[in-house]
Nanobody, 122 residues
Framework: QVQLVESGGGLVQPGGSLRLSCAAS????????MGWYRQAPGKERELVAV???????NYADSVKGRFTISRDNAKNTVYLQMNSLKAEDTAVYYC????????????????WGQGTQVTVSS
């Protein structure tokens, strides 16, 4: 019922920047928190950053001061601006959105994007 489309991944040199986008579409009544997770080869998926509907943000310690999460509620889109990228930021990045498709609490679900590869290498 809700589709997420991610974009913006790619190959970048250490110290470079990338901006990820995730657009939600479908039968959306409202969106709560929006976030980004990542999964590196051989590792578990981890939270990178999250932004609530009141624009409160939280970041993993490893990205604080380098990454910025933001959202455009009119476009149902969440962004992740990644600066000063390091090799250890290499991973598949996944968008996660909590959304209501109706008025009931039963209409709440979390949705995942398909993932976008970010590779930081010289």
């Amino acid at each position: 019922q809700v589709q997420l489309v991610e974009s913006g991944g790619g190959l970048v040199q250490p110290g470079g920047s990338l901006r990820l986008s995730c657009a939600a579409s479908g039968r959306i009544f409202s969106i709560n928190a929006m976030g980004w997770y990542r999964q590196a080869p051989g590792k578990e998926r981890e939270l990178v950053a999250v932004i609530t509907s009141q624009d409160s943000t939280n970041y993993a310690d490893s990205v604080k001061g380098r990454f910025t999460i933001s959202r455009d509620n009119a476009k149902n889109t969440v962004y992740l601006q990644m600066n000063s990228l390091k090799a250890e930021d290499t991973a598949v990045y996944y968008c996660n959105v909590g959304a209501f498709t109706g008025f009931s609490s039963r209409d709440y679900s979390e949705y995942w994007g398909q993932g976008t590869q970010v590779t930081v290498s010289s």
